[in-house]
């Protein structure tokens, strides 16, 4: 009888100080169930591709970029690959992975954001230890600007030599999808049909580097702003319209003032969902 009054007040103590607690972010699935790490690192283990959307500056999400990594990297072969990579940096990143130039070279060679140093080179330098391929997924910024200002047709002018640095043209391209939508209403008729076409070259070239990279038997781990990969559409809907049968998952990053429940509008962004304290401090 002692020791199970001893143990209803541990119980009880334990709970309360569990309530105590203002956790930094809660795993939510799609439904908005909460879900322990472990259960989605397990799950995430038997996929072939995982999209990581992120906010670009949001420390929750990039520490969990790279410890999703090394969890995930303790039952699979990885390869890596981000939308902060525009692809003709390939070659610097590439020198950089086999230890040819230095972090400050990698610097010059590379338009590096100017979070990569807190924000990406942890993520970059497991890759490096563990020998494992990281992949510049973007179009260069300069050609999705093009496209931004005179649409698809503006890259048919380019030279063969530059055309590689993208997905093949023409590019697909369906402006009913729910991000492509958003953002023509977010914009409020400023930036013109055009806008969206720019996001999607941006899709598009990210889903074509994914699979040109994807070897069987390897799981692909992909870091993106959210809104390439939220509600399943953007380089998803590119992946999966040319590669239907692989195992998909994305997650997604949210943030809200009230944590312990996920909001409707968050919910079916992705298959898991980091929902942030808005109060976290930003990396920039």
Known sequence: MKKQFWLIILILTSAKIFAQQ?????????????????????QLANKDIVLFGEFHNNAIAHWLELSVAKDLGEKRTLTFGA?????????ALNDYLAGKISAKGLDSAARLWKNYNT????????????????????IP?????????????????????EKQWMAPLPMDYDATLPGYVKMLEMMGG?????MPKAQASKDATMAY???QNFKPGNLFIHYNGSFHSDNYDGINWYLKKKQPGLKYATITTVSQ??????????????????????DMTNTY
């Open 22 to 42: 203002k956790p930094a972010y809660i795993l939510y699935n799609a439904e908005g169930k909460k879900v322990p790490y472990n259960k989605m690192i397990k």
């Open 83 to 91: 939308e902060m990579f525009e692809a003709d940096n390939q070659q």
């Open 119 to 138: 924000d990406y080179a942890p993520i970059v330098n497991f890759a490096k230890e563990k020998k494992a391929v990281f992949v510049a997924t973007n």
């Open 141 to 161: 910024r300069k050609y999705a600007s093009l496209v931004s200002k005179k649409g698809f047709e503006a890259l048919d002018t380019l030279p063969a030599a």
């Open 190 to 194: 400023h930036g013109g049909p055009n």
């Open 209 to 211: 580097f994914i699979l």
């Open 257 to 278: 003032k009230n944590i312990k429940e996920l909001l409707a509008e968050n919910k079916r962004k992705a298959d898991y969902i980091i929902c942030v304290d808005e």
